[in-house]
């Protein structure tokens, strides 16, 4: 049996003054980030104590908390790219024509190895529903890596190929060629 963890509460945390986080400026009890999947929370309050002593025995008489600290911790079931920037220490980045942001993609998929001792996979269709066609994408221009793999292990590492109009063709062992 097998028992999961949904989430515990709804976290907002604002900016106490005007604050700049990667390119975007926060105005004072602006929301700067929401955390709406949070799976455990503690808070934990905290002083040190001084004491006066004095008397017989050098007895405590009288005693002041200082140097309080309150610590909330949370931890979240998903990360939000702000809240990567927020725990990284980086900046968001806007992506544009001239100067995409490229985003790595793992698929698994099916293939059948060809005549020519090649296996060519369609990105688009391999891709499937996480592929946005209609928002001009480009599914990959840069280096593609394949494996053979066989119950779930890497048996075969195949060249790296480059894709061509949504398409990579990587060739194959002789030893997989059914053919």
Not at 71 to 84: C, Q, R, V, Y
């Amino acid at each position: 049996m097998k028992f999961g963890i949904r989430e515990i509460c709804d976290v907002v945390l604002r900016a106490k003054d005007d604050v700049k986080i990667g390119n975007q400026t926060f105005k004072a009890d602006e929301p700067v980030i929401y955390f709406d999947s949070a799976k455990t929370s503690s808070v934990e309050g905290a002083a040190t104590t001084v004491y006066a002593t004095g008397g017989r025995g050098n007895s405590r008489l009288i005693a002041w908390e200082g140097e309080k600290t309150v610590t909330f911790t949370m931890e979240d079931a998903l990360l939000s790219p702000l809240g990567f920037s927020i725990l990284s220490g980086a900046g968001l980045i806007d992506a544009s024509v001239s100067d995409p942001v490229y985003v790595h993609t793992t698929l698994k998929t099916r293939a059948t190895v060809g005549a020519s001792d090649q296996i060519s996979i369609n990105l688009t269709t391999a891709m499937g529903d996480s592929l946005k066609s209609d928002q001009g994408q480009v599914i990959a221009d840069k280096m593609a890596y394949a494996f053979i793999m066989e119950k779930g292990e890497i048996k075969t590492r195949l060249q790296p190929a480059t894709p061509s109009s949504g398409t990579v063709v990587f060739s194959v062992p002789e030893q997989y060629n059914d053919n």
